[in-house]
């Protein structure tokens, strides 16, 4: 009995110990990153960039999982981190426009406010940030509508990337049936 | 005995339970376990995560955490960028990872550190900005360096934009490390420590800012 005992708290401890080790696992909703020009990292590795590199975003992709996403996971009228974990980022290599008004060049949180047939896209100065929760209106660089699409599938993992236009890009944001397109000229 | 032995295993399964508890009510932060998580298959044209996520790492360890719950005001003093390949039963160092050859510390594109204050390694200064860090791995030791080409896929390093490299013992894990994990440690409030985990190998690198 006694033998079984001390086993029993060896091993737990053990088991104990190996839960403690800090390490960060692995998100549900794991980071990306998508560029403009498309791919650049791979291009620039290949000699094949045509162009140099405007913008970055990073993001965390929740997955819909089942669940309404758009009016109950993401409520409507609430300033919305686009995504999972930590804020949205963008990033602009060169002064940019965006709703006729001009960004310069840098890093920026980008949110949403998100409505049924728009959203509210809102560029702000605080970088490094987790969610919205701390959002400050204080911070905002510009605020811009743009219109809801619908998409013919239901996009399963949140997704964001960039399209060139005529005037610069387009930064495309999925997610369930709904997708925004958001200008950015150069 | 026996009596003894219910009230530990019973206060044992009460503590496991606690645990378990605070980690549902608080999955909104990361939790510390090295859990695989698979990544769900693919189920439209849109892009899908990809298979070796995408992970950041801040010093202060989760900057974003503490700066949302007013816990710092002060800036983040660095910040890496990496993907997490898994070791999926592959023999990695010597194996998959070829010793003495370049490797990207990840998967996909290049790791991209970022110091936003100037900081000292092994009595280097290194000026604010972003790098990118790559790896030459050895049986004892590895070589880190940091490098100018920002924004590259990380097949293939360009040695003419080294900046400067780093060499550091290589350590052995006593368990497995299935995803390729990076984490930064407190020294104190200006000292960090960079590791580096997979499969049984462990590496350390000091920053100090």
């Known amino acids: ?186 | 005995m026996r009596k003894n032995l219910l009230v530990f295993v019973t206060s044992v399964l009460f503590f496991c339970c606690k645990e378990e508890e605070k980690k549902t009510a608080d999955n909104d932060a990361p939790s510390k376990i090295e859990t695989p998580v698979k990544v769900l298959p693919p189920v439209t044209h849109y892009t899908v995560p990809d298979h070796s996520p995408m992970d950041m790492v801040y010093f202060p360890a989760d900057y974003p955490l503490l700066k949302m719950a007013g816990k710092t005001t002060a800036l983040p003093l660095m910040r890496i960028i990496y993907s997490r390949p898994q070791k999926e039963k592959r023999k990695i160092f010597d194996g998959l990872v070829k010793y003495n050859s370049p490797w990207r510390l990840g998967a996909n594109e290049a790791t991209e550190i970022e110091f936003f204050s100037a900081a000292k390694i092994q009595n280097k200064t290194i000026k604010p900005g972003r790098y990118i860090l790559y790896c030459i791995p050895q049986e004892t030791k590895w070589t880190l360096v940091l490098n100018s080409n920002l924004y590259s896929w990380g097949l293939e390093q360009n040695r003419q934009k080294d900046l400067m490299q780093f060499e550091v013992p290589v350590e052995k894990n006593t368990v497995i490390i299935e995803y390729f994990t990076i984490a930064t440690e407190k020294r104190s409030d200006k000292d960090a420590e960079i590791i580096f985990l997979w499969d049984d190998v462990k590496t350390k690198l000091s920053v100090s800012f």
């Open chain 1, 1 to 186: 009995m006694r033998k079984i005992f001390v086993l029993f708290v060896f091993s737990f401890s053990f088991l104990y110990s190996f839960s403690q080790t800090k390490l960060p696992e692995v998100d549900k909703s794991p980071m990306d990153v998508s560029y403009y020009p498309g791919n650049y990292p791979i291009l620039k590795i290949q000699n094949k960039a045509t162009e140099p590199l405007v913008a970055r975003v990073l993001y965390s992709r929740p997955q819909k999982q089942g669940r309404k996403i758009f009016g109950e996971l993401v409520e409507y009228g609430k300033v919305w981190r686009l995504g999972a974990n930590e804020a949205t980022e963008i990033e602009f290599h060169k002064d940019v426009k965006i709703g006729g008004k001009k960004v310069a060049k840098g890093r920026y949180t980008l949110y949403a406010l998100v409505y049924e047939n728009t959203w509210t896209m809102i560029l702000n100065k605080d970088t490094d940030t987790w969610g919205a929760f701390k959002y400050d209106s204080k911070k905002d660089v510009l605020r811009t509508d743009v219109p809801v699409e619908k998409t013919d599938e239901v996009v399963e993992s949140m997704s964001m990337w960039f399209e060139k236009t005529t005037s610069g890009m387009s930064l495309i944001i999925a997610w369930e049936q709904v997708k925004v397109s958001l200008p950015i000229t150069l």
